[in-house]
């Protein structure tokens, strides 16, 4: 059953309610983690806890718990929860000030630890491929807000969601300002040429992915040549394959990018190997 921790009290979804001067609302102030649950167990919970005092340190935000702590908080979280299979957003916010931007009133952060499940596609688009579009709207400029934060500033990525939507897109592909394809709205993504994995590199402007390494690591053992390189559109439209990653959305495959059939239009053997690896991986 959906499980809330906020600020030291356990509550549901009709009892978990923020304060509407908490700079998390008011100016998008803090940051969060999506953590899957497989067969009872957490999937790679120090690298998500790592990532979330990372995002912290980048906008100067103080958690004022040792991670440790917050790690047994997740662990917890699910145990009270009685989900096997589930789907975990720890959020921290700047806490509750005044209306004004600067953050010195707000004395302490909020933070919150949700226990739910999530779907993003359904069953079917795993075996025939996603539809995406390039989304209008750019990636945030990494010395704006750097795409490495996971923040609480989605606009961009839902704006670009929107946009997929109202193109009948399964899901986009986001560019950075000068054309070089980053990510989804939130995947990161691969191509595929005959045995070699090109994926965007860490400075590209991309959130780097938990899902992302753990599939560099499979490839890598599997015998795949791995590259971080930054590539364009045409690479997506000519690559044998493609595919996006995320803790919500896994390993999904690309059919078509912008209209044109990615390969053969299906997913392809290397993403499906990959699939079947990413699987097993998470269930042992
Ligand atoms: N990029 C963005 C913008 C995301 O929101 C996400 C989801 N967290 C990802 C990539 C994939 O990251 P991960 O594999 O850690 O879920």
Redesign the pocket.
Known sequence: MTTIWLDGKWLDRDTAMISVYDHGLLYGDGIFE?IRVYNGRVFRLKE?ID?LYASARAIALEIGMPREEFAALVEEAIKRSGLRDAYIRPIVTRGVGDLGIDPLNCKKPTIMVIVDTIKIWPEERYEQGLACVTAPTPIPHRESLS?RV?SLNYLP?VMAKIEGRVAGADEVLMLDASGHVC??????LFIVNGRTLRTPPSYAG??L????NAVMEIATQAGYAVKEELFNRYDIYTADEAFL????SEVAPIRSPDGRAVGTGKPGPVTRDLMTKFRALVRD
Do not use: D, F
């Not at 990510?183 to 990161?188: A, K, T």
């Not at 992915?209 to 992302?212: A, D, I, K, L, S």
């Not at 990653?245 to 919500?248: E, I, V």
């Open positions: 999506g998500h990532r795409p996971k990525h990510e989804g709205s939130g995947q990161n991309i959130l992915g938990v899902t992302r990653t995320g803790t919500a």
